[in-house]
Structure formats: structure tokens, C-alpha cells
């Protein structure tokens, strides 16, 4: 079934002011932290590539608002994409944590070892992704099929590009996932480009909620840049997992603003299309629609900008100042050791080895 109701207008009306509050204060969160990445990465402080979600924030947080939020390891769980920093945010990383894993500091949560998105926090609920496209749809759908057979309800939910929903894993992944009826989501972020690759050249399917049919499962899309049409939407289809009903493939329609990562300087983008994008911004979109809704005002708006930018200078200034991992320890754990030191989870997380 594909609903084609997905991107109701009316949706937002049914929120309350501090869940309006908490949207706003994660959308600006989530820019906030790639911008001082931004200019930390032009101080050559980022360690790797900085690949931003400008223009996508409605994706990462409308989605991961949707979920059911823990911090004991009972909750939801997601596999972030590398556009999903607002959604790892959303589920309670630290941004302290976030600026010290970009800048590879020796009390990030991977010591150093690993990079950007690439980590784990099995209390709060992610899985840090594995960079081979697709490759997480497959291991979703086993964390899906986990919770069905444990009979718990909680729900699977990861992002695939456009680009990544043209590899095997993908297929393989989600047919597992939707023959066994998992309790996953899929969302596929439609945001025009796989590097320069446009979607005209990714598929010649007219959609890719198109294919939801195909696998027997839920379908919807909306919006992406409507942060209110995304949490419906993968809220209905949280629901419909959740209560049993199988897994379900979504897609959200955005843009990726920034080149793929900080390096790549967006030749290939036509004239104009860049400017026609940051016309339909998801962080003034929702300024705008919550003060002509008189459901928040300018005021309140500054007040989470004052508080979001305090905190980010604030995570930024402790990040800068931690070490850098000990030279003698950089192979520590990454080709086994100690169990005391993990390098892919914090050290307060059960092991998965012993679990
Ligand atoms: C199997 C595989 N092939 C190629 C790459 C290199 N690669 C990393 S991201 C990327 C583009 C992904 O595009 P898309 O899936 O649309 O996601 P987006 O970057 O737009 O969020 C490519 C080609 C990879 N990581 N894995
Ligand atoms: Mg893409």
C-alpha cells in the first residue's frame, strides 16, 4: 500500500509548544554543530571529510522525533547515514561527543579511531554505519528481526541515499527485512545527487516509494524539507511497525546544498538550482509557518539561537582543549586486546560480544 496522504498540511497543528520548542531547538542544533565543523575543518582541526546535511535538517530530525527515545538501551534503534548528525543529536549524542569524534580526539567515542558519524552508543540507540553503501539496510533488518523474535516492541530505522538505494545490500537487506515483516523503516533521501551522479541517472523509475509495492510493504512520501510533513509521515510508518504490521519504505524529496563533503565544490550543479533550494530552507520554513501559526514567536525563536549558540561555543571550546589520542595507542583494540577498552562503544555500553 502506498498512502498517498502522506504530506497532510495541516501537519504540525497537533504539536504541543514543547514539542515545537524541541524541533526548533534541534534543527537549529543540528546546523549550529556543522557550522562550527565547518569552520574547524577550515582550520584543518576535522580530521577526514565533513559531509553536511545543509538544506536536509527537516530529514535528520523530523525522523528521529518520530522514534521512541531511550538512554538504558531500551528504546528505538537507528544506523545513521552520513546526513544524519541531527538525527544521532536527536537521539542524545553529545555535541561535545560529535566535535571530538570529527576532530579524532582521544576521548571521542572511538578514541580517535574512527570518524564523523562512525560510532555507536547502544544505550542511546545507534549503530555508527558502516561506510559501504546499502550495507546497513542489511544489518538493520537483523536488528529488526531481533525484536521480532524477542517479541520487543522496537523499531529498526535507517537512511539510504538515492544513490545507495541502486546497490545489492539494499535489495537484499530490505527483501529480508519485508518477507520476515521486521519491524524496520527505511527512509530513502531523495537529495538529487550521489556525489555529481543526479538522480535522472539513478533510476528510471518515477519514484522510489514506487518500489514500496514491489517488496509488499508500507509506502509513503512527502516533503523533506517540511519537518512537520516528515514526522507524520515516519510516524505513521513507526506505528505500523511497531504494531506488527512489517516494515516500511519511505521517501523524502530534499536537496543537498553543500557539495558531497567540504571538498567537493558543486560544479557540476546547474545555474540557479542551489538558489531555488535555499528558497524552500526547512529551518525558515519552520520559523515562518510556527509565527504565522502564532504557535511561537520571533522572541522565542531568538531565545533557543542565543541558548543553541552558547552551547555549541561552549562543546566547541572543551573539544578543542582534549587530547589527541597517545601515539602508543593507536592500535589499542583495533585488531582485538583488553576488553576493557572498546573502541566502538562508550565504555558505560554492554558489550555486544557478551550480550
Ligand atoms: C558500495 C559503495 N560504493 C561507493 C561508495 C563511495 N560513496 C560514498 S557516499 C557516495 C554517494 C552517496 O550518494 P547517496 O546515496 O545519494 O547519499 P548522499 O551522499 O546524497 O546523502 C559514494 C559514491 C561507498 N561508500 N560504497
Ligand atoms: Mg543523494
Avoid at 524541541?22 to 556543522?34: D, F, I, K
Avoid at 549524542?93 to 566535535?99: F, M, S, Y
Avoid at 509565527?291 to 566547541?316: C, N, S, Y
Wanted: net charge negative.
Amino acid at each position: 500500500m502506498i498512502n498517498t496522504a502522506g504530506s497532510a498540511t495541516a501537519a504540525g497543528s497537533e504539536l504541543s509548544r514543547d514539542e515545537l520548542t524541541e524541533l526548533y531547538y534541534h534543527l537549529r542544533l543540528t546546523r549550529e554543530v556543522e557550522q562550527v565543523l565547518t569552520n574547524l575543518y577550515r582550520q584543518n582541526k576535522v580530521i577526514g571529510g565533513l559531509y553536511r546535511s545543509l538544506g536536509q535538517e527537516a530529514v535528520a530530525v523530523g525522523t528521529a522525533y518520530a522514534l521512541r527515545r531511550r538512554d538504558d538501551g531500551t528504546g528505538d534503534v537507528i544506523a545513521p547515514a552520513i546526513r544524519n548528525l541531527g538525527s544521532l543529536l536527536m537521539m542524545g549524542a553529545r555535541p561535545v561527543d560529535v566535535l571530538r569524534q570529527y576532530m579524532a580526539k582521544g576521548d571521542s567515542p572511538t578514541w580517535g579511531r574512527e570518524q564523523n558519524v562512525h560510532f555507536t552508543d547502544y544505550d542511546r540507540g545507534f549503530i555508527g554505519l558502516i561506510s559501504h553503501l546499502g550495507i546497513m539496510i542489511e544489518v538493520m533488518a537483523g536488528v529488526a528481526i531481533t525484536f521480532k523474535l524477542r517479541e520487543e516492541e522496537r523499531v529498526a530505522l535507517t537512511w539510504t541515499g538515492d544513490g545507495a538505494a541502486s546497490t545489492g545490500a539494499f535489495h537484499e537487506g530490505f527483501n529480508l527485512a519485508a518477507v520476515q515483516r521486521a519491524p524496520m523503516v527505511v527512509i530513502i533521501e531523495n537529495n538529487r545527487y550521489a556525489y555529481s551522479t543526479p538522480v535522472s541517472k539513478q533510476t528510471a523509475a518515477a519514484s522510489f516509494v514506487a518500489r514500496a509495492p514491489g517488496y509488499g510493504v508500507y509506502g509513503d512520501s512527502c516533503d523533506g524539507n517540511d519537518v512537520f510533513a516528515v514526522l507524520e509521515m515516519t510516524r505513521k510508518a513507526v506505528e505500523h511497525a511497531r504494531s506488527g504490521r512489517g516494515a516500511a519504505l519511505l521517501e523524502v524529496h530534499t536537496y543537498r546544498r553543500k557539495g558531497h563533503a567540504e571538498h567537493d565544490s558543486q560544479q557540476y550543479v546547474p545555474p540557479g538550482e542551489l538558489e531555488e533550494w535555499e528558497a524552500r530552507d526547512p529551518v525558515d520554513r519552520f520559523m515562518r509557518r510556527v509565527i504565522d501559526e502564532g504557535w511561537l514567536t520571533q522572541a522565542d525563536l531568538d531565545t533557543i539561537d542565543d541558548q543553541v549558540t552558547k552551547e555549541v561555543d561552549a562543546a566547541r571550546e572543551t573539544a578543542e582543549a582534549s587530547p589527541m589520542p597517545e601515539a602508543e595507542e593507536a592500535l589499542a583494540e583495533v585488531y582485538g586486546g583488553s576488553a576493557a577498552r572498546r573502541p566502538w562503544t562508550r565504555l558505560a555500553t554492554p558489550d555486544p560480544r557478551e550480550a
